[in-house]
């Protein structure tokens, strides 16, 4: 990837060390950022989602741990999640909303020059889950991988797939956010279990004609200091699957609540901060905020920082709580589905997830 000191807009893009509103990004990060507002050279052509039939409410929960529908509402705005039927993939559910993604940007399979695949909880380690999308997705040989940068994964690929397009010879990029987190969750843990669920969101992108719409910018963070707030200790090369990995539940999701909620809104409103600045707007400029759905306060707590109106917020946590990858893609669709998002507004995107890794990006819809 390109950083933005040799992208052909770099210029436009003020050093994030330097800028004022983004206070809290160490001086030594780069933010790998896109062009000027109008001048955009990619956008979303069609958007995906697809989230499992079967509902675990709150109250279901309460008979499985120690927890209750008023705490998981009060502390984080999920009502319930969706979780993938037995036998259900990652996979599946990828395919299903990049199928829906095609269809609406009116693109077939084999027209695809990439598919990108966020996701920590693909079908197998090996191969990529991209792999098993492509097959189902029949689209013949083009390069197919996974990302793995947890709920971040999609504005990821988003960037990822938006600088391949920009550099030319990829036309179309399939960009995916899955995640089948109910498989990897420890179900008597009440401090992780309550929090997520199972989706898939996606879009396709392109090349724009030139009318000022489309992606304006993107930028991407890791902190790698904070990997452990958020982690699946076992099942890789460092613990590798064990009995005991299994029986001390090192094959699942362990996190650090307080330390990611802080992490997630100093982040997720710097990289906001940042998108905006980039490009010379406002938060009042924004129509409307897409933001990975972790936590309702986590995102009243940005609202307030970045100084974005709540209602410009599209909130669906409390359905679907957090998708992880798929937060995004499936929060966008549904937006475009309630006939909300007009042509011509301003959408801004931010995520964090495990690394932690966190980014966003500003859209002219
Ligand atoms: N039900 C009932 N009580 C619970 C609970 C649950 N599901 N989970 C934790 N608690 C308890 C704790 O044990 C603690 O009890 P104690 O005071 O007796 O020790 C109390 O509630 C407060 O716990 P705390 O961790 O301080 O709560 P919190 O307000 O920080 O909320 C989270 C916990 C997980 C909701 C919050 O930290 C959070 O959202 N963090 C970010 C998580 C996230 O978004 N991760 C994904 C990032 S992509």
Known sequence: MSSSSDHPAAGSIPPSSSSPSAPSSPPSVRSFGGGKVGAPAVRILGTGRYTPEKIVTNVDLEKMVDTSDAWIVERTGIRERRVAAPGELT????AAAGRMA???AGISADELDM????????DMPMPACAAFVQQKLGAKTCPSFDLSAACAGFLYGLTIGERFIRAGGVRYVLVIGVELLSRLLNWEDRKTCVLFGDGAGAVVIGPNDGDGRGI????????????????IPGG???EPVSQEVVDKRRHLVHMEGQDVFKAAVRNLSSASQAALAANGVSGKDVDWVVAHQANLRILQAVSQRVELPMERFFINIHKYGNTSSASI???????????KLKQGQLVLMCALGAGISWGSALIRW
């Open 91 to 94: 996979s599946d559910m990828a």
């Open 102 to 104: 095609l269809e609406k």
């Open 115 to 122: 598919i990108i695949v966020g996701t920590i909880s693909g």
């Open 216 to 231: 304006l910018s993107t930028h991407i963070f890791t902190d790698g200091s904070l990997a452990g707030s958020l982690f």
């Open 236 to 238: 890789g090369s460092k």
């Open 329 to 339: 893609p499936i929060a966008l669709d549904e937006l475009l589905g309630e006939g």
